[in-house]
């Protein structure tokens, strides 16, 4: 056999999936099997950035509740003094 016939052993692995499968041999499925696992679970969708900077759910929680504690500082002080409009001048023309 000369180098130049022989063919490329292919390194991939062959596809597993078959045309078609036999869902009754598959069994029943078990509905809400992880449901369990969802209560008192909140999911929001990030922005891809957000996301990018807080890449798991505990740094998530730990930034907000950094805000959390840092807001409920400001509003354990003082209230801000009140805004009052500026004072029109009264003058006579």
Do not use: C
């Not at 991939?12 to 679970?41: I, M, P, S, W």
């Not at 400001?74 to 004072?87: E, K, L, M, N, V």
């Amino acid at each position: 056999m000369s180098v130049g016939s022989m063919k490329k052993v292919s390194r991939r692995k062959a596809d597993e999936l078959r045309a078609e499968y036999d869902l009754a041999a598959l069994g029943q499925g078990v509905r809400g099997k992880y449901a369990d696992r969802l209560k008192n679970t909140t999911f929001v969708a990030l922005r891809p950035e957000v996301a990018q900077a807080f890449p798991t759910s505990e740094a998530v929680n730990e930034a907000l509740g950094a805000v959390m504690r840092a807001t409920a500082v400001i509003r354990r002080s003082s209230p801000a003094p009140r805004r009052t409009s500026p004072r029109r001048s009264h003058s006579k023309a």
